[in-house]
């Protein structure tokens, strides 16, 4: 069974930079995608950035690209997402998430992740 548990939230100040880490158990955290998402209260969850399996394929949402970048270290069994030029809009709980052993290429659709952590809060305050 895989799990995930983020870190690294927290509150930071509008222009501000955070690094959120995603610790995964298994073996089958190199072989598969991750994604990480986040959660604003009273909205639906949305898609923030995707990377594939060995790191050379990834994507963002829109409204945060050129500000966070998604990484990962297979030998550490940890993906990241480096968060800066932060804003309040950016304020939601955030996931991690991984698709299943094998499958890794990048999706931005929640439905195709089969393991997901708790999250960890942002609070960003302008």
């Known amino acids: 069974q895989v799990q995930l548990v983020e870190s690294g939230g927290g509150l930071a100040q509008a222009g501000g930079s955070l690094r959120l880490s995603c610790a995964a158990s298994?073996?089958?955290?190199?072989?598969?995608?991750m994604g990480w998402f986040r959660q604003a209260p009273g909205k639906e969850r949305e898609f923030v950035a995707t990377?594939?399996?060995?790191?050379?394929?990834?994507d963002y949402a829109d409204s945060v690209k050129g500000r966070f970048t998604i990484s990962r270290d297979n030998a550490k069994n940890t993906g990241y997402l480096q968060m800066n030029s932060l804003k309040p809009d950016d304020t939601a709980v955030y996931s991690c998430?991984?698709?299943?052993?094998?499958?890794?290429?990048?999706?931005?659709?929640?439905?195709?992740?089969?393991?997901w952590g708790q999250g960890t809060q942002v609070t960003v305050s302008s």
């Open positions: 998430a991984q698709r299943r052993t094998g499958l890794g290429t990048t999706s931005s659709q929640a439905g195709l992740y089969d393991y």
């Open positions: 298994g073996r089958s955290f190199s072989s598969a995608a």
């Open positions: 990377i594939s399996w060995a790191g050379k394929t990834t």
